[in-house]
């Protein structure tokens, strides 16, 4: 049983950045593709970004491409999310999930691992 905590929100100015971290326990940290989602009040959850297992392959959702970075160290157990030039859109609790499935894409339903969130909020 995989358990994922995350950590690194808060309340930024617009234009500001955050570093948001995933620290798992309980399996091989390197075995899983992990992924960031994010969900704002009264809206559905929606994928932020993605990374394989090695780390050689990311992908992003549209509205963050180019001011969010996905990465991981596997030596720690831990991934994270940089997010630079927030806007106040960005305001969301953003979560961070893994999959053993090396096919895992943009869907939640691809990831079996869910932590339990932390809170962004982006100040205009």
């Known amino acids: 049983q995989v358990q994922l905590v995350e950590s690194g929100g808060g309340l930024v100015q617009a234009g500001g950045s955050l570093r948001l971290s995933c620290a798992a326990s309980?399996?091989?940290?390197?075995?899983?593709?992990m992924a960031w989602f994010r969900q704002a009040p009264g809206k559905e959850r929606e994928f932020v970004a993605l990374?394989?297992?090695?780390?050689?392959?990311?992908s992003y959702a549209d509205s963050v491409g180019g001011r969010f970075t996905i990465s991981r160290d596997n030596a720690k157990n831990t991934g994270y999310l940089q997010l630079n030039s927030l806007k106040p859109e960005d305001t969301a609790v953003y979560y961070c999930?893994?999959?053993?499935?090396?096919?895992?894409?943009?869907?939640?339903?691809?990831?079996?691992?869910w932590g339990q969130g932390t809170q962004v909020t982006v100040s205009s």
């Open positions: 999930a893994v999959s053993l499935s090396v096919l895992s894409g943009r869907r939640g339903s691809d990831y079996g691992y």
């Open positions: 309980g399996g091989t940290f390197s075995s899983y593709a």
């Open positions: 990374i394989r297992r090695s780390g050689t392959y990311t």
